[in-house]
């Protein structure tokens, strides 16, 4: 049923709710009772002057009465419909139900809400157990000093006769690693207790390394536009050491340089004026802009993923890894998740890439994720690198940028579904899972 035809429906209602009769109520607002009876039962349309004037004997704005308070009820029940399509919930009578049954309606949609929340922290927590280095080690650590000082302890409790040189080293040996438990434990719980913090401190270089790079926008003005002869490098050391209150590590600085060489690289190879300005001409389509540009793909994107605010490219996210699938650079586009730690989902055209070095790959996708967004993706395998041999087969790296899609670009070809990584992903068929998904029947 139209949401408009609802609005009878809603008449009835302010009216019980103020105590009116329908013969009063008609008679004020100068109609029969018999039509106000047809309206309130949805069997007539209502609008412009009467409806002004039954909100107005209703005391009720008329926007009350042709919209609904229950709007935002049918849309977190047609997400509720979306989330589990093999319920069988009726589309068509999602409207009818909000209006006849509006205490029902908050109540199906709060549980549903409260379950999106609690999945979002399931996914959050159970990645994070399941894949966070730091954890992991932390917890090895604990268990390790615990099982020590169970050994030690046991052994003094079984052997009546010891050495007291002996019994000396094995109080010495429980009271060191007590100490080492102790300290590992405060630790662990000031990590956990900061896991939600946005200035605690991070667990592993490529934290502090995105850290890093989301202070300054994944752009540097710095290495912009450097005179000609300057390489830099000075300009590259000042920003690190201005960095280090995030690049605690030396791993951390270490990919920070390298990550801040290759900017430099890009950007005296593509000048932020002339990118800029083949990027009017072009749109943010990289492969236009490689050609136009005559350089690799890439760069292209990279380029893309680091322009600044207001450059004309919009919203661009960025993903890279090296041969083994390792991500090794995030740069987040809001809607498209991606994995704090572990592996990421094996369909992404950035892992396709690999299989195919110097082809590039144009993807339209769509994430498995709550918000479900579509996007467009372009993928490339390039070398970065040779090993000590000239002759040797190259190293590469893998590149993806991704373009936010609004829902009129249908040209652009049939979404690939992918997800975030298996572990988080409610998909019940797919070729390359690895594992189980806690979003399976029984979460």
Aim: charge should be negative; include cysteine; hydrophobic fraction near 40%.
């Amino acid at each position: 049923m139209p949401q408009r035809q609802l609005v009878g429906a809603r008449i009835r209602e302010r009216r019980m709710i103020a105590g009116l009769r329908q013969s009063e109520v008609a008679r004020r607002a100068g109609i029969s009772a018999s039509y106000l009876n047809l309206i309130e039962h949805n069997r007539r349309r209502i609008g412009g002057k009467l409806l002004l004037d039954i909100a107005q004997v209703l005391g009720v704005e008329p926007a009350n009465l042709s919209e609904g308070a229950e709007a935002a009820l049918i849309t977190l029940l047609r997400e509720a419909r979306a989330a589990d399509p093999m319920a069988g919930a009726e589309a068509e009578a999602l409207e009818d139900f909000a209006g006849r049954f509006p205490g029902w309606a908050r109540l199906l949609a709060g549980r549903h809400r409260r379950a999106v929340d609690l999945e979002h922290t399931v996914e959050t927590l159970t990645d994070r157990l399941a894949h966070d280095p730091h954890l992991a080690a932390a917890l090895h650590d604990m268990l390790s000093t615990v099982t020590a000082i169970r050994a030690t302890a046991g052994i003094l409790a079984d052997t009546r006769e010891l050495e007291p040189e002996w019994r000396d080293r094995f109080h010495r040996n429980i009271n060191e690693d007590s100490a080492r438990l102790a300290n590992s434990s405060q630790a662990l719980v000031s990590y956990l207790d900061a896991a939600g913090e946005t200035d605690a401190a991070l667990s592993s270089p490529q934290e502090e390394l995105e850290a890093f790079l989301n202070a300054h926008g994944y752009h540097f003005d710095a290495l912009e536009n450097l005179p000609e002869g300057a390489d830099g490098t000075d300009r590259i050391g000042a920003m690190l050491e201005e960095g280090q209150e995030r690049l605690h590590s030396a791993s951390a600085q270490a990919m920070a340089r390298a990550y801040l060489e290759r900017y430099l690289d890009d950007a005296r190879r593509l000048p932020l004026r002339q990118f800029t300005k083949a990027l009017l001409r072009t749109g943010p389509d990289p492969a236009a802009l490689s050609q136009v540009l005559n350089t690799d793909l890439a760069a292209v994107m990279r380029r893309l993923a680091t322009l600044p605010e207001g450059a004309g490219a919009g919203p661009v996210g960025m993903v890279s890894c090296d041969a083994s699938g390792t991500l090794i650079l995030r740069k987040p586009l809001p809607g498209f998740a991606l994995p704090r730690f572990g592996a990421a989902c094996p369909l992404w055209p950035l892992f396709q890439a690999l299989s195919r070095p110097l082809s590039p790959i144009r993807q339209v996708v769509r994430q498995s994720a709550r918000e479900g967004g579509v996007f467009l993706t372009y993928a490339v395998a390039q070398p970065c690198a040779r090993r000590g041999d000239p002759l040797s087969d190259p190293l590469y790296e893998a590149h993806m940028m991704m373009l936010p899609l609004d829902g009129d670009a249908q040209d652009k070809g049939e979404p690939l579904e992918l997800g975030v990584n298996c572990r988080i992903c409610p998909r019940e068929s797919c070729a390359g899972r690895r594992e189980p998904s806690i979003l399976t029947d029984g979460f």
